[in-house]
């Protein structure tokens, strides 16, 4: 809410006034706003959950004793289900989104450039740069490292690059930490999340993206899957995995809430409300479906009413955050960091992890994503190139590079920068094969900037 300041009435005399506050004003608005020129503020939302979940798993890794989070919540959920329920639904609403926008091949290979560089690359950096450290605390030097055969560090690898988590830790190393039955144990839940992507990938290849009635169902089945602790359809391939998932309703929330994104009130107001139906639901009972909602409201909320609405545009460190944390955490206790105590074991994860972030981020998942605009085209990879987008597009609706808006609107799954506010207005240039070898589609433009193109 946001606050003005008034004259007192009756002291209008300059020797007697004084300002006091005004009544708020209500902001209100819709879902829908989230894609507006304004922006949005998913960079910097994402960036705090990465960092929540960070803070839930530092009580755990060091050690300092029971949740007082789950303990309020009556063993329902605790900061790191918030956390994750928070990204689930960014991801089903901006994954149906690229979905709608995109075909089903060129979905799958955003999807896949995503996530997947930079979880191998994690996977790597977790066996032989931690694998080492962690066997040279262990028994004073790297020799025997390459000859272990129970959890192998390659197996860590090979094991779990399908995303599938299925060797959680490398021989016996974290033996004496206080949580020493895994070493990066975040990545679990990529695997959940990427069986979504699958799920939308199969409506949209239906065609049944637009049938609310379909989403409807999926929040309504896992409503009712919830609420029994019954998952009948857990033992279809992809789509029962999908489904059992305790995180399965936020998502399919962020898909209604896209869908519905011209209808769905964002009121500062409601978010009163969800808070306070968030807190009742979490301390007595329904988190997991009444609560749920409340949650997933909040996000949008959240993403629509905070600052920094760029944040993350150019440098998004979240998911580098997300899948290093615990490996940094893991080393920090290995070394005793824990016995510093719970703040500066926090301190001390987050100075150790935003810089393997920053890595990932610039080394690794910038570069991957570069190849999203890579088109099958005859049987050749054919990359769209950048540089002249701006100036072509001007010209093609008659305008010149004199008229580039210095605040250009960015079509995400493209990284096409477009100078003119009304893609209508290229629908002229459909037909445009300039020298460089672009094909501006009038399909292809979009009024939104969500900053980063790879973060959809």
């Not at 209008?12 to 894609?35: C, K, N, Q, Y």
């Not at 049938?211 to 009948?232: C, D, E, T």
């Not at 150019?314 to 290995?334: C, E, H, K, M, W």
């Amino acid at each position: 809410m946001e606050y003005t300041r008034a004259r007192a009435s009756g002291l209008s005399s300059p020797a007697m006034g004084f300002s006091v506050l005004a009544r708020p004003t209500i902001r209100r608005g819709t879902v829908a706003d989230l894609l507006g020129p304004g922006g949005n503020a998913i960079g910097l939302l994402r960036l705090a959950l990465a960092v929540l979940v960070i803070v839930h798993h530092t009580r755990i890794l060091g050690g300092f004793g029971p949740d007082p989070v789950l303990r309020f919540a009556r063993n329902q959920a605790d900061l790191g289900v918030f956390a994750v329920a928070g990204f689930f639904v960014i991801s089903g609403f901006l994954v149906t989104r690229s979905a709608e926008r995109s075909t089903s091949l060129r979905y799958l290979w955003h999807r896949a450039l995503r996530v997947f560089p930079g979880f191998w690359v994690c996977l790597v950096v977790v066996a032989f740069v931690f694998g080492p450290i962690f066997w040279i605390r262990a028994h004073g030097g790297l020799s025997g490292y390459g000859d272990v055969t129970d959890a192998a560090p390659l197996g860590f690898v090979t094991n779990n690059i399908l995303l599938l988590v299925n060797q959680t830790r490398i021989d016996s190393l974290l033996s004496n930490n206080p949580y020493p039955t895994a070493v990066d144990g975040s990545l679990w839940t990529l695997a959940y999340e990427f069986s979504w992507y699958l799920v939308v990938a199969l409506i949209a290849a239906l065609g049944w993206l637009h049938r609310r009635w379909l989403i409807l169902g999926l929040i309504g089945f896992n409503v009712v899957s919830s609420l029994l602790a019954f998952y009948p359809l857990g033992g279809v391939p992809i789509i029962g995995y999908a489904l059992t998932s305790r995180f399965a309703l936020a998502f399919s929330l962020g898909m209604a809430a896209y869908l519905w994104r011209e209808r769905i009130p964002l009121d500062d107001r409601l978010a009163v409300v969800a808070g306070v139906l968030f807190m009742l639901t979490l301390h007595y009972r329904f988190f997991s479906t009444v609560g749920m909602a409340a949650l997933a409201y909040g996000v949008l909320w959240a993403a629509w009413r905070l600052p920094f609405r760029r944040f993350g545009s150019r440098i998004d460190l979240s998911y580098g955050v997300y899948i290093y944390a615990f490996p940094v955490q893991q080393t920090i206790a290995l070394f005793g960091g824990h016995a510093l105590g719970q703040p500066l074991f926090l301190a001390a994860s987050l100075a150790g992890t935003l810089p393997l972030a920053f890595l990932s981020q610039v080394l690794v998942e910038r570069p991957a994503l570069r190849l999203k605009d890579a088109v099958l085209e005859t049987r050749r990879i054919v990359l769209r190139p950048r540089l002249e987008s701006r100036r072509l597009a001007l010209g093609a609706v008659g305008g010149s590079v004199d008229q580039l808006d210095p605040n250009p609107l960015v079509d995400p799954a493209l990284g096409f920068v477009a100078g003119h506010p009304d893609p209508a207005d290229f629908r002229r240039a459909r037909n445009v094969r300039p020298a460089v070898g672009l094909e501006v589609e009038a399909d292809d433009l979009d009024r939104s900037n969500l900053g980063d193109p790879g973060r959809q």
